[in-house]
């Protein structure tokens, strides 16, 4: 898979990352840590060597089956990971980013993002220079090799980025919701900041696999997803049916034209999760599908059968 350089930095990521929120098994369920270990490892087969994780999935279970999955193959990796809107005062970024070492198996993290903005969660307001300052120090150190920033505004970002580097940014973005291109796009296309898009596939909507009437466990936090209630649901269904034969042409499925379209945009990746291998392997043959400028305009005008209809709130979940 063709690697793209990260921001400024000389980081490179591919264009499919790996997601690994489920690893963590918090909010999600029947996962199990095998079957983690095994699709990350199978990720990496397939060509798909940058993988994101969170301290918050499962309280670092996520970084840890990360670890056990690729630590042998460490420097054909690369690690993104994030600390959490509670732990954004100077001591606290510091000795979050030493968790996540230790349970990373590793001595360096080549992206680290500020996973939600200071206050997110009911969490203490914390000034971005101070997070920020510790994070310089970080990277100073090697420990980081860049900073990121993950559901924040343009007015948040351009803050931060007042204070030190900022190289990537991680939306919800997907064919489906797309309230970044409004927001923060044009800004991170002018100063190269990458787009790191997570739900890239509305968290499984864009698969196809769900049709109308469907009911999620309640803890799973799918239940909540604004995307799979009501009308928006049903004009999902519409836009899936119209997607269907172009991914026909392509042969290929939903999810892989979703991600094709996706990493077309502009500074755009995608963070694909995957509960299983194949579905790792899938993920990573939508890196080769190329979409001539008529069918992105059509997928485009698609997805906005959704998306014309959404309010402005960035939250995905009710």
Known sequence: MEKRLLGTTEVQITPILMGTWQAGKRMWV??????????IRAAYEAGITTIDTAEVYGEGHSERIVAEALSDVRTRVEY?????ANHLKYQQVIEACNRSLTNLKTDYIDLYQIHWPSGAFNSEIVPIEETMSALNLLKEQGKIRAIGVSNFSYAQLAQAASYGRIDS??????LFWRQVEQDALPYCIENNISILAYSPL??????GKFALGHKFNPEDNRAKNKLFQGENFERAQQALQKLRPIALVHNCTLAQLALAWLIAQPQTNAIAGARYPEQARDNALASQIKLSAAQLAEIDAIGRIVTDYLDNSPIMWD
């Open 30 to 39: 029947g996962i199990e840590d095998v079957d983690s270990i095994k699709t």
């Open 80 to 84: 993104a990971t994030k600390v959490f």
């Open 169 to 174: 940014l991680q939306p919800p973005y997907s």
């Open 202 to 207: 509305a968290q499984g909507l864009l698969t």
